[in-house]
């Protein structure tokens, strides 16, 4: 038995590893102890005998629905059978000494029989782990990892996996905890459920209620906060794009990704996004995170670094798992970490140009880095790149990419002249006309009417959407509404757009993919600010309609076989989500985010 359609999937995490659950109650994916170790259950990849750790009543379940606990993370799913209704409670409880798994079992009304299967399958569903029991705990022990289980209902063992059949009464709680640790270090005494519960539930309201944001789209922007949040890592500050690896853009195909690290440009957007809503703490964290990661000459910086600034993400490929639907490869690492992404300069400025000012924990000035950044920029901006979409096709003179080049200068002009008057401003300032003067003329093809992939191409691309959100043109300028035209002519299918025609220009990858979701958030935005509000606000709430029944959405969209494709949940899916938001509510024009 595979696992469910990625739309079934809710999330929970401790802000140092996440978990998938289905809406059948069956976690499917969990790497532990944090976002970047191997998967312990991956029936998300493969199948039940990959790993997964499921719950549900045994009878017919009639109907199921779910919800988060209003502003937590802590997903409730009740389930109807003849004999009765019970809910299941999911949560990782904010991490302490030890990394946890709770679920509670509770009766509603009647006697519901439930059935519990436990499939532990270290390094990526490749390792059966050895299972012992001491004391009533259940151990499960492979090289340097184990997992305890504590629970009260009757455990049995078969087929390599742990089974548990038990009834719960309207009023009863039966409680399972699921706990990591170190093979060798003390096996960790059991959790108070109730308190786990309370501490949980407390950590994210508490949270939530920093939010400055108050507008139309409340509800949705709130939950989408939340889940950018639970992507965070928080002994580093690094953000995750995605839980998940290897989730297909086309089902069957081979663009299949590892998400779990962290990619400036994602991390960068996500800060912005959170300082817009009062999140300060955060942006504190990554801009050490930052600091950290980039140590060294400028012209070692990289697209995407590991959880905690690690910079050797080799790629390698999980040959034992059939993928998700039987789409291979499956993707352990991300080789795009060696590519060379230009953009990832400007997305960088802009953030460190807005980040509040705080105490550093390394004796590194900021203001230098950026610097030292901005004039390693002024050497290299005239260099082909891999661009945004990490294509691996070979480098190109990508539009985007020289446009994030021209918001890196800007944004460390400005900031450098309003702070500390350092840096060689004069020679970035020169730099940046440079830049905007070649974008304007070698960017933008006439006969089109539109800004092109690169320079020369007639290709489009909808990175060229981004122009008017960084400040680049104004919305009123004939060349961005030539291309938001051209673009919603040649790139939009059944009404959401696709990042460029993958089959036009070889990109170094075979078949194609879904509508790229942060693409349409940036149409509607674009809509709403050359005018066409009511179209900004129709395509807007289409894709507010994509997101699954708790508020989540992925990478990516297949409108004619109506499913989710890609990552889940997908952090820029969710940042363009929330930055649309603000654009359509009015309270945000085009500036630096």
């Known amino acids: 038995m595979a696992g469910a359609r990625i739309e079934e999937y809710a999330l929970i995490g401790d802000c140092e590893t996440a978990a998938l659950v289905s809406r059948k109650g069956s976690i499917d994916w969990m790497c532990w102890p944090d976002f970047s170790s191997g998967a312990c259950f991956a029936a998300l990849l493969g199948t039940a005998e990959h790993g997964r750790w499921c719950i549900t009543p045994v009878a017919e379940v009639l109907r199921t629905s779910r919800r988060y606990l209003p502003q937590t993370m802590v997903v409730e799913t009740t389930f109807e059978t003849k004999d009765g209704v019970v809910q299941l409670l999911d949560f990782m409880p904010p991490r302490e000494t030890h990394s946890r798994v709770i679920r509670r079992v509770r009766g509603v009304r009647g006697k519901v029989t439930m059935a519990m299967e436990l499939a532990i399958r270290f390094d990526y569903g490749r390792t059966t782990p050895w299972v012992t029991t001491h004391n009533g705990q259940l151990r499960a022990v492979s090289g340097p990892d184990m997992v305890v289980l504590h629970t009260e209902a009757k455990l049995r063992g078969e087929d390599l996996k742990t089974r548990s059949e038990f009834a719960v ?272 003329e070698k960017g933008f093809n006439r006969t089109l009417n539109s800004f092109t992939q690169s320079y020369g191409s007639t290709e489009l691309d909808a990175s060229c959407l981004r122009l008017v959100l960084v400040g680049f043109l104004l919305p009123d300028d004939p060349r961005i509404i030539g291309t938001v035209e051209a673009i919603e002519k040649h790139l939009m299918k059944d009404g959401l757009v696709q990042r460029y025609d993958t089959g036009a220009k070889e990109d170094g990858l075979s078949g194609g993919e879904g509508a790229f979701l942060a693409c349409s958030f940036w149409m509607a935005m674009n809509l709403h600010l050359i005018g066409r509000k009511a179209e900004a606000e129709a395509l807007y709430d289409r894709l507010l309609g994509l997101t699954n029944d708790l508020g989540l959405i992925s990478e990516e969209y297949d409108p004619v076989s109506e499913r989710m494709l890609g990552n889940f949940p997908q952090a820029l899916s969710h940042i363009a989500l929330i930055h649309a938001a603000l654009t359509l509510s009015g309270g945000w024009r085009p500036q630096p985010l």
């Open 169 to 440: 009464k309207e009023g009863k709680t039966v409680d399972f905890s699921l706990t990591y640790t170190s093979s060798v270090g003390e096996v960790p005494a059991p959790p108070d459920a109730e308190k786990a519960l309370k501490r949980t539930v407390s950590f994210w309201t508490e949270w939530a209620a920093q939010s400055t944001y108050r507008g139309r789209y409340q509800e949705t922007v709130d939950r989408s906060l939340l889940t950018l949040k639970a992507l965070t890592y928080r002994p580093s500050g690094g953000i995750v794009a995605a839980p998940t690896t290897s989730l297909p853009e086309r089902i069957g195909g081979e663009r299949n990704w590892d998400y779990r690290y962290c990619w400036l440009r994602d991390t960068a957007f996500t800060l912005l996004v959170l300082l817009h809503a009062g999140f300060e703490e955060e942006a504190v964290a990554w801009r050490r995170w930052l600091l950290r990661a980039i140590a060294g000459a400028p012209d070692r910086v990289q697209t995407l670094y590991g959880i905690r600034g690690e910079r050797n993400l080799n790629e390698w490929h999980a040959d034992w798992l059939p993928g998700y639907e039987n789409s291979r490869p499956v993707i352990i690492g991300n080789a795009a970490a060696d590519q060379f992404q230009l953009d990832i300069f400007g997305e960088v400025a802009s953030a460190m140009a807005r980040l509040p000012a705080a105490e550093e924990d390394i004796r590194v000035d900021a203001g230098a880095v950026q610097a030292r950044l901005i004039n390693h920029l002024c050497d290299i901006w005239q260099d082909p790149d891999e661009g945004i979409w990490e294509t691996r096709g070979g480098r190109k003179q990508f539009v985007h990419s020289k446009v994030m080049a021209w918001v890196a200068l800007d944004r460390a002009i400005k900031h450098h002249e309003q702070h500390d008057g350092g840096g060689d401003v004069k020679r970035w300032r020169k730099n940046r006309e440079l830049v905007r003067a070649e974008v304007l």
